[in-house]
């Protein structure tokens, strides 16, 4: 089975500041990791994914990740924080292959980027 | 533009009533998904379907019913069986088999059960 842990349902930033969401994930295998961002009402938009290779994945908008296995860890990151990305945030694992769709979610962290 | 389309985004429905929501795609993707989103919790998996006339269920299949008769469509039917439908639904595709895994998702319908 495979899991995913957002441990804060609520981030709170100053615009300008760095900003952290943290995700840990429990599989049996290689992982496939993604995060993804759901504004009110809307779908959900693909920010950016680890498959294999580089540890530092750079995604959309200026987001980047940082796999670590050791940690089993894949911290959503960005250097400088605007209003508009405050939104919901979700990290996804899959073991990639035909299941690759079979992805399962953490609950989301909301992400509260102030003036 | 190549996407998903979801319809209706919003529906209401009395109880007992069975609702079909519709879920269209252009990204000529192999696999698609049905999710349930509810609040503070993560995308629930309903139904997927790798091929046409072919579907598996997901984690929370009770009370819901797919068909994949066209490679473009893929149709919830949310039936007066589901004891708790009021949620956001998401229907997603991606490719198979070269798979990397990002889903591609529609804007979601809301349905609300009165």
């Known amino acids: 089975a495979q899991s995913v842990a957002q441990p804060e349902d609520q981030v709170n930033v100053a615009e300008g500041n760095p900003l952290t969401v943290k995700c840990t994930y429990s599989?049996?295998?290689?992982?496939?990791l993604f995060w993804y961002v759901q504004y009110p009402n809307r779908g959900l938009q693909f920010l950016l994914k680890?498959?294999?290779?580089?540890?530092l994945v750079k995604g959309s908008y200026g987001f980047e990740a940082e796999f670590n296995k050791s940690q089993t860890s894949f911290h959503l990151k960005k250097p400088s924080a605007l209003v508009s990305d405050s939104a919901l945030y979700f990290c996804?694992?899959?073991?990639?292959?035909?299941?690759?769709?079979?992805?399962?979610f953490g609950d989301g962290t909301t992400l509260t980027v102030k003036p | 533009d190549g996407g998903i389309t979801q319809s209706p985004k919003y529906l209401f429905r009395k109880e007992g009533q069975n609702v079909t929501l519709s879920c269209e795609q252009n990204?000529?993707?192999?696999?698609m998904y049905w999710y349930r989103q509810d609040p503070g919790q993560g995308l629930r998996l309903i139904y997927y379907?790798?091929?046409?006339?072919?579907?598996q269920k997901g984690d929370i299949a009770e009370g819901y019913s797919v068909s994949r008769e066209k490679k473009e469509s893929f149709p919830l039917t949310v039936t007066s069986a589901q004891k708790n439908p009021t949620a956001f639904y998401l229907c997603?595709?991606?490719?198979?088999?070269?798979?990397?895994?990002?889903?591609?998702f529609g804007e979601g319908s809301r349905l609300t059960v009165l």
């Open positions: 997603a595709s991606s490719i198979v088999p070269t798979n990397t895994g990002e889903l591609f």
């Open positions: 599989v049996s295998g290689n992982p496939y």
């Open positions: 680890y498959i294999t290779g580089d540890n």
């Open positions: 996804a694992v899959t073991l990639g292959g035909t299941n690759a769709g079979k992805s399962t």
């Open positions: 990204l000529n993707h192999d696999a």
């Open positions: 379907s790798q091929i046409v006339n072919d579907f």
